[in-house]
């Protein structure tokens, strides 16, 4: 069974149309509005129907216990196919939800359940808070096997590349430009984890290594952390008890541990390996690290939903005094970044969700002096009710691409919780000991999910530094193979990403490839430019060369180009 739990502020629907194996209904269950309610999105699975009444007792239990902790006043059991590929028989997926239903009753948690095979209109206001969206995949305990002996021959069959249904999805959309210049591949091996082909990680790398250099100015130093740690670290954290569902868990050596859904508690864990001093303060510490979070297949899409993604966190320690000013630094380094990009972004204040940690006080502090830095700035902001991080409100960033679209990306959250639960301290000036003030930041936010955007942004015309091919060498004819090789080694040994074409085909066939693959520039060798020593230019997306260029005047060119900062000198030469 695959569910999906939204605690929400209200549920309506109403009956459109029936299918042959809809329920039979009266006038007044073919609508509904319900508050307060917690929704439960279910679909009954063919292999449910081996053991009913095992998968029903858990997800009953399961229902009533996450109904009680976010304090649903009613759950709806909404019949919903499209979470599973592999759906049980109609008249089983019927008898399963009356099933649960009746279990539910008996636990007196107020149940309702919505009609069965009949489409339907419905609206839904989800609260927004950690535990508002919940996935669920109920399974029936493992038998006991004898081991299994596999040829691999027969196995290598079943190991897929995902297919991609071209005919929903628009030309610019980042997975058709990802296979078209070959950036990335999904496998259903590893579903909703990227293949990163050589062309892609270039750009990911680039990406990063610009993030690294930042960062090392603005004072921040780069920490790893371990992929996979034991649940008393996250217990300790309180990730457990507000995303145990959302994380994946093994064993070994008899204990049970965690594959990381988030960096911040093995951060703090760096933290408290030496005793601290508040001449250390701010301190501020940055990690490009992978992180594994439990998504329903049916929402995975591309790199924007992924399970196993590339986190660009960083943490400040710091006293209540500096808050103020590394709040400032952080939105002014997240400034500098979306600029270069050419994102416009607006802001968003979260607030203290229901389910918050720690004492109100500290809440009420937090958000005041969130506000004050966004009034100060003069930032015209939104307010998100209820949708501050479980342990302090957040300053939320909405970036806006070429399309139109908006995307919530870079994030600053205060945090007085972990601290006190993990009982980091400083000593102060004063000799004794303190705790310090924690702010959790992203800029990239997924760095997977970055990289679409830009995909979709740039519509693959990707700027030279991030560009995985930036020249490619053409030779007019076979007699222009000598001097366009010598001219590709020289652009390889001053370190461009550089491909040599001596291919028999004509120059327009040659130029054609590499204006579909997005290639910057584009050099051609004929014999003028033998004789005079100088190279044929071309820019991607124009139309003609420019002829007679000087190697040195184009390689100072591509040098001023070729960094971050460079895109706005691209045009200078070839005016």
């Known amino acids: 069974m695959k569910t999906l739990y939204i605690?929400?502020?209200y549920l309506e629907y109403a009956?459109?149309?029936?299918?042959?194996?809809?329920?039979?209904?009266?006038?007044?269950?073919?609508?509904?509005?319900?508050?307060?309610?917690?929704?439960?999105f279910i679909s009954v699975e063919k292999?449910?129907?081996?053991?009913?009444?095992?998968?029903?007792?858990?997800?009953?239990?399961?229902?009533?216990?996450?109904?009680?902790?976010?304090?649903?006043?009613?759950?709806?059991?909404?019949?919903?196919?499209?979470?599973?590929?592999?759906?049980?028989?109609?008249?089983?997926?019927?008898?399963?939800?009356?099933?649960?239903?009746a279990m539910l009753r008996e636990k007196g948690v107020k149940v309702h359940r919505a009609p069965f095979g009949w489409y339907k209109s419905f609206k839904i206001s989800c609260k927004g808070h950690p535990l508002s969206e919940l996935s669920r995949e109920m399974r029936l305990e493992a038998k006991k096997v004898e081991v299994e002996k596999y040829d691999p021959s027969v196995m290598l069959k079943q190991i897929s590349k995902t297919k991609l249904s071209k005919g929903d999805l628009k030309e610019n959309d980042h997975r058709i430009i990802g296979q078209k210049l070959d950036l990335f591949s999904f496998?259903?091996?590893?579903?909703?984890?990227?293949?990163?082909?050589?062309?892609?990680?270039?750009?990911?790398?680039?990406?990063?290594?610009?993030?690294?250099?930042?960062h090392r100015k603005a004072g921040y130093v780069e920490i790893k952390t371990p992929q996979v740690m034991s649940d008393v670290l996250w217990k300790t954290s309180g990730h457990w008890e507000h995303y145990k569902d959302n994380i994946f868990l093994t064993n070994y050596d008899d204990r049970q541990f965690v594959v990381k859904p988030m960096n911040c508690p093995g951060g703090i864990l760096v933290f408290n390996s030496k005793d601290r001093s508040y001449r250390e303060l701010p301190m501020r510490v940055g990690?490009?690290?992978?992180?594994?979070?439990?998504?329903?297949?049916?929402?995975?899409?591309?790199?924007?939903?992924?399970?196993?993604?590339?986190?660009d966190d960083a943490h400040v320690y710091c006293t209540e005094d500096q808050l103020e000013?590394?709040?400032?630094?952080?939105?002014?380094?997240?400034?500098?970044?979306?600029?270069?990009?050419?994102?416009?972004?607006?802001?968003?204040?979260?607030?203290?969700?229901?389910?918050?940690?720690?004492?109100?006080?500290?809440?009420?502090?937090?958000?005041?002096?969130?506000?004050?830095?966004?009034?100060?700035?003069?930032v015209k902001y939104e307010v998100n009710e209820g949708d501050g991080a479980f342990y302090g409100p957040k300053i939320d960033f909405k970036i806006k691409d070429s399309l139109g679209r908006e995307w919530q990306t870079a994030t600053i959250q205060v945090?007085?919780?972990?601290?006190?639960?993990?009982?980091?301290?400083?000593?102060?000036?004063?000799?004794?000991?303190?705790?310090?003030?924690?702010?959790?930041?992203?800029?990239?936010?997924?760095?997977?999910?970055?990289?679409?955007?830009?995909?979709?942004?740039?519509?693959?015309?990707?700027?030279?530094?991030?560009?995985?091919?930036?020249?490619?060498?053409?030779?007019?004819?076979?007699?222009?193979?000598?001097?366009?090789?010598a001219i590709y080694d020289k652009l390889f040994e001053l370190g461009y990403r550089v491909e040599l074409d001596l291919s028999y085909?004509?120059?327009?066939?040659?130029?054609?490839?590499?204006?579909?693959?997005?290639?910057?520039?584009?050099?051609?060798?004929?014999?003028?430019?033998?004789?005079?020593?100088?190279?044929?230019?071309?820019?991607?997306?124009?139309?003609?060369?420019?002829?007679?260029?000087?190697?040195?005047?184009?390689?100072?060119?591509?040098?001023?180009?070729?960094?971050?900062?460079?895109?706005?000198?691209?045009?200078?030469?070839?005016?």
């Open 15 to 40: 009956v459109k149309k029936p299918t042959p194996v809809a329920d039979q209904i009266t006038e007044d269950e073919k609508q509904g509005r319900f508050e307060e309610v917690l929704v439960a």
């Open 325 to 378: 000013s590394e709040i400032n630094g952080i939105i002014e380094l997240v400034s500098r970044f979306y600029k270069l990009f050419g994102f416009q972004y607006r802001m968003e204040l979260s607030t203290r969700p229901e389910n918050y940690m720690g004492q109100l006080e500290q809440w009420n502090k937090a958000e005041g002096l969130l506000r004050k830095v966004l009034e100060d700035r003069g």
């Open 47 to 101: 292999e449910d129907e081996s053991d009913p009444d095992a998968i029903a007792e858990r997800v009953t239990e399961d229902l009533a216990q996450v109904s009680k902790k976010v304090g649903a006043n009613t759950v709806v059991l909404y019949p919903y196919a499209h979470l599973s590929s592999s759906l049980s028989s109609p008249d089983a997926g019927k008898k399963m939800l009356r099933t649960v239903e």
């Open 187 to 214: 496998y259903d091996v590893a579903p909703g984890m990227v293949f990163w082909h050589p062309k892609g990680l270039v750009i990911r790398n680039a990406l990063i290594d610009f993030w690294r250099a930042e």
């Open 7 to 9: 605690h929400s502020d």
């Open 415 to 485: 945090d007085f919780q972990m601290p006190e639960r993990f009982q980091i301290k400083y000593v102060g000036d004063d000799g004794k000991d303190h705790r310090p003030i924690m702010l959790h930041r992203t800029i990239y936010g997924s760095l997977e999910r970055f990289i679409g955007i830009l995909i979709e942004h740039y519509n693959g015309n990707f700027p030279l530094w991030l560009a995985p091919v930036q020249l490619r060498v053409i030779s007019f004819k076979e007699d222009n193979a000598k001097t366009a090789k």
């Open 287 to 311: 990690e490009i690290g992978e992180v594994h979070r439990v998504e329903l297949s049916g929402v995975l899409s591309g790199l924007f939903r992924v399970i196993q993604f590339t986190q």
């Open 505 to 575: 085909g004509t120059v327009e066939g040659k130029i054609r490839d590499a204006e579909l693959q997005k290639i910057p520039y584009i050099i051609v060798i004929g014999d003028k430019e033998e004789r005079n020593g100088t190279l044929a230019v071309r820019r991607h997306g124009t139309k003609g060369a420019k002829f007679g260029v000087k190697f040195e005047d184009f390689i100072a060119q591509l040098n001023a180009e070729n960094s971050p900062s460079g895109s706005s000198v691209r045009d200078n030469l070839l005016q």
